[in-house]
């Protein structure tokens, strides 16, 4: 075990596009678990119009899955937390300003941190282009208490024609979390160059499996390697463990 620590996972049975069954979800949480993940946050879309989640939707089917994982074997599974995938919107923005988001849950680590620590928040943005105001709104994210963390960054085509774009929401205080996969082709050559060069550039904060269903792990497992290959063994760990720690604990 490795103690890599997944923030953006779809294994939540029936809720969004990822896990269809209980037996899907729990299969990708022992996949998870085989390729070193010893902690996996729920993120489960919240995006009105096409996931009409909000915070006590999420909540009911998180806690439909507990007897689930309360019966698998010790060890089999890895820990588990729940937040949300926040599709960036008028809608969903109002909710995280009000607190009716579901950040990631504040995971202290030793040796101390900030007195009052930012809660992080995965927030998604459209992939064809960016909100008006963007940075902005991301500041008052700052304000309410929240750090944004910018779900895959390199899947947006914005991304795609200048990184450069990135700077402006970087310098409101956001964080980058790679999705792994797209380092072997997953979503295309366009998303994959980006996370090659984001990554050449040391601008993730850490990285993650995006993982929706069973057959997801293998690639997960692939890609970690690709990983560790192009940034070498001891960044890719930064990046799948102490960096997610990092924003969980706030700091």
Avoid at 75 to 92: C, I, N, Q, T
Avoid at 137 to 149: K, Q
Wanted: charged share 25%.
């Amino acid at each position: 075990m490795r103690g890599f620590v997944d923030l953006h996972c779809h294994w939540i049975a029936d809720i969004d596009d990822g896990a269809r069954s209980v037996e899907d979800g729990l299969a990708m949480l022992r996949g998870l678990r085989r390729v070193g993940f010893d902690v996996v946050v729920a993120t489960p879309h919240m995006r009105p119009g096409m996931f009409d989640n909000d915070r006590a939707v999420l909540l009911s089917a998180f806690a439909r899955m507990a007897p689930h994982l309360a019966r698998a074997p010790a060890g089999e599974l890895p820990d588990v937390h729940l937040a949300s995938e926040h599709f960036f919107d008028d809608v969903v923005f109002a909710r995280l300003v009000r607190g009716e988001g579901l950040p990631y849950p504040h995971v202290p680590r030793g040796g101390g941190g900030p007195a009052r620590p930012k809660r992080g928040v995965l927030v998604e943005l459209p992939p064809q282009a960016f909100p008006p105001q963007l940075a902005h709104r991301l500041f008052d994210l700052g304000r309410a208490g929240l750090r944004p963390v910018l779900a895959h960054p390199e899947r947006y085509q914005p991304v795609w024609k200048d990184d450069r774009c990135l700077d402006p929401l970087l310098d409101a205080g956001a964080a980058l979390l790679l999705d792994v996969c797209a380092l072997v082709g997953k979503y295309g050559r366009a998303a994959q160059k980006a996370a090659e060069k984001l990554l050449d550039d040391e601008a993730y904060e850490a990285a993650c499996s995006d993982a929706h269903r069973p057959a997801d792990v293998d690639v997960v497992a692939e890609a970690i390697a690709a990983l560790e290959e192009r940034v070498g063994r001891a960044e890719a760990e930064r990046l799948l463990g102490d960096g997610p720690r990092g924003l969980l604990a706030g700091g």
